[in-house]
């Protein structure tokens, strides 16, 4: 398991901002942000509530997520936030177990020696769960790793079927962000104690670029 804490702060920029800032981040850093294109699917107690951007507060929030490369790659994410902090942990899954999830086929999480799987069975049994709309992003990220990280979120897209997978090849979609608008965030990173990683069993070093594109 992968576990990042961090802080972070949102803004939703004109596009004209939003390539001056690029700009100015290319100049200072010397590197080009890596585009990435994402899919989402939360689960949610009630598929009919509208979805909810804020997270509640100590409440953690699971997630399955697909990056749409050459290759897609599957995780599970686990995201919480508490006094300003936010905190994720991820694991990676492949296809089948996705698919497996979203069949509701979830006995095997239970016994699984990811930890995460297994707390994320407690919440689907004990809760309900239930994957809610489907959400695609395109997103640009840069990263310095183990200081901060700046996610533009170029679309944002919602399913037009609330029934549609996460794994289907092709979901009718419709616009959540105009397209002359940005969304910026910036992430600062809370470095996690070496004492406490050992004690959780978890990641030292996480991929910042990857938990954050997710």
């Not at 994957?131 to 919602?158: A, H, L, Q, W």
Request: glycine residues 2%.
């Amino acid at each position: 398991m992968k576990y990042i804490m961090y802080n972070e702060e949102n803004n939703v920029l004109h596009y004209d901002e939003y390539e001056m800032i690029r700009e100015k981040i290319r100049e200072k850093h010397k590197k080009e942000g890596k585009e990435i294109a994402v899919r989402k699917v939360k689960f949610v107690e009630n598929m009919y509530k509208a979805y909810q951007e804020e997270e509640v507060p100590n409440k953690p929030s699971f997630s399955l997520c697909m990056r749409m490369e050459e290759i897609s790659t599957y995780y599970l994410e686990k995201k919480s936030k508490q006094n300003g902090v936010i905190y994720k942990a991820f694991v990676d899954l492949t296809k089948e177990e996705c698919e497996s999830i979203l069949s509701g086929k979830i006995e095997w999480l239970k016994n699984s020696k990811k930890s995460l799987l297994n707390e994320f069975y407690l919440y689907l049994t004990i809760n309900h769960l239930e994957p809610s709309t489907v959400r695609e992003y395109k997103r640009v990220v840069y990263d310095k790793p183990g200081k901060f990280c700046i996610v533009f979120n170029e679309e944002k897209k919602r399913a037009v079927d609330r029934y549609a997978s996460l794994l289907d090849e092709a979901i009718q979609m419709f616009d959540c962000l105009s397209c002359d608008k940005v969304e910026m965030s910036y992430k600062k990173i809370i470095k996690i104690p070496r004492a406490l990683n050992n004690i959780l069993n978890i990641s030292n070093e996480p991929s910042y670029e990857l938990a954050f594109s997710l």
